[in-house]
């Protein structure tokens, strides 16, 4: 405090109602994992949005992002002024576009009407499954290891956790055994 009478280091405190705020998200951008090579972790970098742009697109989104790319030295301590030579990188998000409209169809009933068009699109981007699909998804439930096929199926990269994907399994189909 710079007043004469108190003088005490950080003994600041925030008056909310004279306060101004803003919203601020940190997203962690990831590739995609259809273009990652095989046994190759991802690359990623995180993005700050700011205000409107905040909660526009949630995890596992596909988007494509306008912004300013910046970076922060790293200092080496907090409390002194000096810093390395080493840089954090991070993208200041100017604009935030999802891209893949139809990679899930959206039931318009369970929904608001704006809010559903919104987050699909037209309705008539909306996906449907054909017949044709709709057989195989029937053969494929009709089969007696349809639980090892889609376990198997799930992040066919990861070898051996066999138990976590039958778990994660589960909780995505909302089983219990």
């Known amino acids: ?82 810093v390395k030579n080493i840089f954090k990188t991070y993208v200041d998000a100017l604009h935030i576009q999802k891209v893949d409209k139809k990679r899930m169809g959206i039931d318009v009933s369970t929904i608001e009407q704006e809010m559903a068009d919104h987050a699909a699109g037209d309705i008539q981007e909306t996906r449907k499954v054909s017949q044709e699909e709709e057989d195989k998804i029937k053969a494929t439930a009709a089969r007696a290891d349809v639980y090892d096929l889609l376990s198997r199926s799930l992040a066919p990269s990861i070898y051996e956790a066999d138990d976590v994907k039958k778990g994660i399994l589960l909780q995505l189909f909302g089983g219990t055994n």
């Open 1 to 82: 405090c710079p007043r004469p009478v108190c003088e005490s280091p950080n003994s600041m405190q925030i008056i909310h109602n004279r306060s101004g705020f803003a919203n601020k998200q940190v997203i962690k951008l990831q590739e995609t994992p259809d273009n990652v090579p095989d046994g190759q972790t991802p690359h990623s970098v995180s993005l700050c949005a700011y205000d409107e742009l905040v909660d526009v697109c949630k995890a596992g989104d596909r988007v494509e992002i306008t912004g300013i790319f910046k970076c922060n030295q790293v200092r080496i301590n907090p409390r002194q002024r000096s």
